[in-house]
């Protein structure tokens, strides 16, 4: 599901791209090889970075395709933008980006080492192990000013009206929101938004949670005062909070309030979803890459020149 929808992200909109372009393309390595090996030694100490990396792939990929731009550091770029705060993951990339440089300078790019990344990071996570085309360039532009990522604050009808803007369907964004299934947030991120002024009321909670679920964190994990701001709040279970599975969206789906006749907008396709076939899950997205003259291979992720 999840991982899926992550594969369609990454290979969407890829007329040009192949699957293994860069066999043969770095000398005696094999480019895949190296960035499992170092995926999997990260995922080995650190296993949130699945988590890490499926957040960096959708704020790379949603602002102006996947094309590298999140990466770039420097005043006005992409990653100074506010959503960036809690992005994490970048120095696996450029781990990755540092030992294939080694290996062939200028070949690998690091879009396609972000979307190589994740997918492994997915897998060892227990979620599917799905292929990938790569080829992409780095596109030369991070800017700022062309972040507009949906916040914590979003309306299931806002998500869907963000999402379709990006030529997706209602379906499309529950299976990628299904992507929650790993990582953790924080109580200042829903105590305003979800459970103490939904809609800019004072005192109101968003009727769509579950009561029970609801008044549980308002009892014990982000209680109406500042000092629980910084507490953690999973985004599947804790207990699921590390892995890539189903859990997230069947149990969404089992919820009283969100029956498929209820007027909840993405209701309807959250059933849709649990009902259809694994292999039908899947569908390609448009997202956008970036190839072609023009666009600079980098040496670091991070810096448009070598170096
Ligand atoms: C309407 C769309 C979305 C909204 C409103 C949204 C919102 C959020 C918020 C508020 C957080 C917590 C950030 C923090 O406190 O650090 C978060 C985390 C996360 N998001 Fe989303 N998100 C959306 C779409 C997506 C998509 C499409 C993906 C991936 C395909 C994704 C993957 C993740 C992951 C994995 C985390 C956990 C990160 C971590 O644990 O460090 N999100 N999201
Ligand atoms: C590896 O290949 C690149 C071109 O892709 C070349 O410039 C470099 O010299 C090669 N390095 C070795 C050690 O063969
Ligand atoms: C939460 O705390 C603030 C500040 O102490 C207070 O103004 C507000 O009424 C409280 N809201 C609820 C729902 O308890
Ligand atoms: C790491 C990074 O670039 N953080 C920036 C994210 O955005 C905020 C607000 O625009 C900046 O203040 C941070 O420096």
């Known amino acids: 599901m999840v991982a899926l929808a992550v594969l369609a992200l990454a290979t969407g909109g890829s007329a040009q791209l192949q699957y293994g372009f860069y066999k043969n393309k770095c000398n005696a390595s094999d480019v895949e090889a190296v960035v499992r090996g170092i995926v999997k030694a990260r995922f080995a100490r650190e296993a949130p970075i699945v988590a890490y990396l499926l957040r960096l792939q959708f704020h790379e990929c949603a602002v102006n395709g996947c094309d590298g731009g999140l990466l770039i ?44 990344a994740t997918r492994d990071a997915v897998a060892l996570a227990g979620g599917p192990a799905y292929t990938v085309r790569t080829g992409r360039r780095d596109r030369r532009q991070s800017r700022a000013s062309d972040v507009k990522l949906p916040g914590s604050e979003y309306t299931a009808a806002q998500a869907i009206a963000y999402y379709a803007k990006l030529g997706m369907t209602a379906y499309d964004t529950v299976v990628l929101l299904g992507a929650h299934t790993v990582g953790a947030t924080h109580c200042s ?48 279970d804790q207990w699921s909070a590390l892995k890539v599975d189903k859990q997230l969206l069947q149990k969404l789906a089992a919820r009283p309030w969100s029956s498929p006749r209820r007027p909840e907008p993405l ?13 039908k899950q899947q569908r390609p997205l448009p997202v956008a890459v970036c190839k072609g003259a023009g666009e600079a291979q980098r040496g670091k992720c991070a810096h448009w020149h070598a170096g």
């Open 73 to 116: 550091d420097g005043p006005g770029t992409e990653k100074t933008a506010p959503p960036n705060l809690s992005v994490k993951g970048y120095d696996l990339i450029a781990a990755v980006k540092a030992e294939l440089e080694r290996r062939c300078p200028g070949v690998v790019s690091c879009s396609d080492i972000e979307i190589l």
């Open 267 to 279: 209701s309807r396709r959250l059933h849709a979803w649990v009902r259809r076939p694994a292999r």
């Open 189 to 236: 991120s829903i105590k305003n938004s979800r459970l103490y002024g939904y809609g800019g009321k004072m005192g109101a909670t968003d009727p769509a949670m579950d009561p029970t679920l609801a008044s549980t964190y308002k009892k014990y994990v982000c209680p109406n005062v500042t000092s629980s701001n910084g507490n953690t709040v999973y985004l599947d």
